[in-house]
């Protein structure tokens, strides 16, 4: 058969115009959209012992975090940020598995995990320093186990499993997170990282948050098969949960750590979530989706489904919701002053710390840095 025969007979399709076979699997839900709780044979013992004041404690972190994140966009918007990537849509995701974390577990972040920032205990002002060019970071990854933001997509999940192999040899009891996206999971980091943990037993959790795109660019044009199967031709088991409801991402997640923690190996968790917001906020997604889209998932709300479950059962009153608005209205302005407020890094700091000992070629660049900078009559250089 000739090669002009088979094109005729089976006209090939663009890969990217086919939708995954399946769109709409199982996932693990705990609250409904409209704050129903729902029972759920396998998880409801990870959060069976949950206090109402554990709950309003959800609630909260869930509002500071969004309360955080919008006082960043408008940050950027005036010029005090050069970019934010904000979490809006996905404070359940990260809240959940957030709090589901042990305080010597380690935690490896992408750039969208202000909401597991927070509850590690991460000073939220020191978030910003990266995003508004002062730092390369911003705190102390073993202060709270709490790994530096990164941007290159998908290598961090490597760097997690490395360390939950040290974590194994050390014969703690520890365990490791990884957070990724939708669009990481395409990389061959993750690839790497998933057949290197199975393989090794790896004491980590890949907690993937498939906010339906990457910028751009939908999940149909990552995968053919719902993210979370990806792990059982690696393996190990995967499960999709509700990204947007915070019980369940803290039952999955709790469940997952555990099989960690007992050398059962690594476990994929698809946090099914949306990104509300713009990739970043050098990006405008009507360019590239729909209103409705957005509208659909707004009824979906992470917040808003746990305020109804609080005051359905009476576990939250009006004094508490009062006070929260309160609260987070003081963390905006705590936000704001710590910005204004940072100083500009030393310029000469981009020479240091390449080499141990100093190099011939660092040195001659600075010298003409120094010069450059001299130049400027009223000494302030540029
Ligand atoms: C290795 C690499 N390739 C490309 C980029 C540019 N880039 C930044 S964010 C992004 C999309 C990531 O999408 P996803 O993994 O779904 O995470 P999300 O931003 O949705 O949280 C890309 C391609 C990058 N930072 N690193
Ligand atoms: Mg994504």
């Not at 089976?10 to 409209?34: D, F, H, I, N």
């Amino acid at each position: 058969m000739t090669v002009e025969s088979t094109a005729a007979r089976k006209p090939r399709r663009s890969a990217g115009t086919r939708k995954s076979p399946s769109t709409k699997p199982e996932l693990v839900q705990l609250l409904t959209p409209e704050g129903k709780r729902v029972k759920n044979a396998e998880y409801d013992k990870y959060v069976a012992d949950i206090t109402p004041e554990e709950l309003r404690g959800l609630y909260r972190d869930m509002v500071l975090t969004r309360r955080f994140d919008a006082e960043a966009t408008s940050l950027q918007r005036q010029g005090e940020l050069g970019l934010w990537a904000s979490l809006l849509g996905q404070e359940a995701a990260q809240i959940g598995s957030g709090r589901a974390l042990r305080d010597d577990d380690y935690v490896f972040p992408t750039y969208r995990e202000h909401g597991v920032a927070w509850c590690r205990g991460v000073d939220p002002t020191n978030l910003l320093g990266m995003f508004r060019g002062v730092n390369n970071g911003g705190w102390d990854p073993n202060g709270n186990n709490f790994h530096l933001y990164t941007i290159v997509i998908g290598s961090q999940t490597l760097h997690a499993t490395g360390y939950a192999m040290g974590v194994a040899k050390d014969g703690a009891d520890s365990a490791v997170i990884a957070y990724f996206g939708d669009g990481a999971s395409s990389q061959g980091d993750v690839a790497e990282s998933f057949t290197f943990s199975a393989v090794y037993n790896a004491p980590v959790v890949f907690f993937c948050q498939n906010n339906q795109w990457a910028i751009s660019e939908p999940t149909e044009k990552q995968t053919r098969v719902p993210l979370y199967q990806r792990a059982q031709g690696f393996g190990f088991p995967g499960v999709r949960v509700d990204g947007n409801d915070v019980l369940a991402s803290l039952a999955v997640t709790k469940w997952a750590l555990e099989r960690a923690r007992g050398g059962e190996g690594p476990t994929l968790v698809e946090a099914y979530t949306y990104r509300m917001g713009a990739h970043t906020t050098s990006d405008d997604p009507s360019k590239y989706r729909a209103d409705e889209e957005r509208e659909a998932w707004e009824a979906k709300d992470p917040i808003l489904r746990l305020r109804r479950y609080l005051e359905a059962s009476n576990h939250a009153d009006e004094g508490f919701f009062a006070e929260l608005e309160t609260e987070s209205e003081a963390l905006g302005r705590r936000v704001r002053e710590a910005v204004r407020a940072m100083p500009d890094p030393d310029r000469f700091a981009l020479f240091e710390h390449a080499y141990a000992d100093g190099h011939a070629l660092v040195d001659e660049e600075r010298a003409e840095f120094a010069a450059y900078q001299a130049s400027f009559t009223d000494g302030e250089g540029a």
